[in-house]
């Protein structure tokens, strides 16, 4: 929807799709792929944890609290767990951070979206900590009401990364002419309301 809106082209929840086959493979590929750097991520903190408070289960919230923030063993944890997370955090940044956009504005393999995005991080490693920053703190701040918040975050966060993508990596030799505005710019004032610019125009 965001390439959408930057063609100048009209915007609805219809054009929620993809529009190749190799799109839809790519980022169901590149989710699984997430989602296994997720679960190792699991199975090293559960380690973390063993390592030092073993198995033993504690009976309470208020028990678990104590041991974390008021013994040695839970300040190891704390300092080792958020050391290892944070080599996670900047994984999964490294991999993804312009690789999903690519994959549904090109039609290229998942590879080459992860290599392209690995190497924007390479060329631009400040910039691209403080949006991982960013995302990371909007995320936070989105959880706070009950993850509520989400709603607004994730689909700004989605807006914003697209046009991450578009600022960082070149443009390819034979873009779409979808990419050609065709009508008047859309403003951030416009926004819900330019979701429904196609059932505007049928009016």
Known sequence: MSRRREAGQPVSFGHLYLSHTRSRVGIAVLGLVLLAIFLCWLGVARQIYIANFGYAVPET???????????????????????????????????????????????????TAVLTSVRAVMVNPINMSLWGLIVAGLLFLGSLPLFLGLVIVLPVLGHATWHLYRRVVEPGPSESHELHPTRSRNYAADFPVALFYSWREKE
């Open 61 to 111: 919230i208020t028990e678990f609290a104590r041991a974390v923030l008021f013994t040695p063993a839970g300040w190891t944890m704390i300092v080792v767990g958020n050391i290892v997370g944070f080599l996670f955090a900047v994984v999964v940044l490294t991999i993804s951070v312009v690789s999903f956009p690519m994959l549904i504005d090109r039609d290229v393999s998942v590879g």
